[in-house]
């Protein structure tokens, strides 16, 4: 099965502020990555798929990037509704295996 | 676009059975694949495997063998996940999620089933 591998697990930061959550496989996966947002007893948003293309409706602060085993997504100027937790999912190949997730927390 | 709302909350004891369904409308359901993912409290989300609705062809992954069974009544438009001998482990949110063949992204999700196990 393919691991991925999320870092970091949590991160604190400020409104405005720009963050990049990374997302490593443990075998090369193409392009096959997708971003998922989750808010508390909320169930996923997808956010960004194949690494780099923005989903219908999703702000573009969000952007993607990366192939092959590297990853990241990053938030160009965080805002206040943006405090959740982010979820990195391959889909190369069956399972589909998500990543840990990352908490992001207002500082 | 397709939408999924699944049935309600479910309060279990150990080796019951329960029954979650995942209601679609809004488009065909043959169009897409039905995956179903498991949530325990405070934890990650974990891939448990997908539906074929084209066939009705389902398959598990690894730890999802044995006591789960997905399934699909196209009459009504709505694929269940079944779930025997439960365990106080089983305890989770699961959401069923659409996808279709390509990038296989998952999206919409249903908006969660809490199944909770306790004597």
């Not at chain 1, 219908?56 to 965080?78: D, E, K, M, N, Q």
């Not at chain 2, 676009?1 to 209601?23: D, H, I, R, T």
């Not at chain 2, 989300?45 to 196209?74: C, H």
Request: hydrophobic share 30%; proline share 4%.
């Amino acid at each position: 099965d393919i691991q991925m591998t999320q870092s970091p697990s949590s991160l604190s930061a400020s409104v405005g502020d720009r963050v990049t959550i990374t997302c490593r496989a443990s075998q090369s996966i193409s392009r096959y990555l997708n971003w998922y947002q989750q808010k508390p007893g909320k169930a996923p948003k997808l956010l960004i798929y194949a690494a780099s293309s923005l989903y219908s409706g999703v702000p573009s602060r969000f952007s993607g990037s990366g192939s092959a085993t590297h990853f990241t997504l990053t938030i160009s100027s965080l805002q206040r509704e943006d405090f959740a937790t982010y979820y990195c999912q391959e889909t190369d190949t069956m399972p589909y295996t998500f990543g840990q997730g990352t908490k992001l927390e207002i500082k | 676009q397709v939408q999924l709302v699944q049935s309600g909350s479910e309060l279990k004891k150990p080796g019951a059975s329960v029954k979650v369904s995942c209601k679609t409308s809004g488009d065909t359901l043959s169009k897409y694949a039905m995956n179903w993912v498991r949530q325990a409290p405070g934890q990650g989300l974990e891939w448990m495997g997908w539906i074929n609705t084209k066939t009705g062809n389902p398959t598990y992954a690894q730890g999802f063998r044995g006591r789960f069974v997905f399934s699909l009544d196209t009459s009504v438009s709505t694929a269940y996940l079944q779930i025997n001998s439960l365990k106080p482990g089983d305890t989770a949110v699961y959401y069923c999620a659409t996808s279709i063949s390509g990038w296989s992204m998952f999206d919409p999700w249903g908006q969660g089933t809490l199944v909770t196990v306790s004597s």
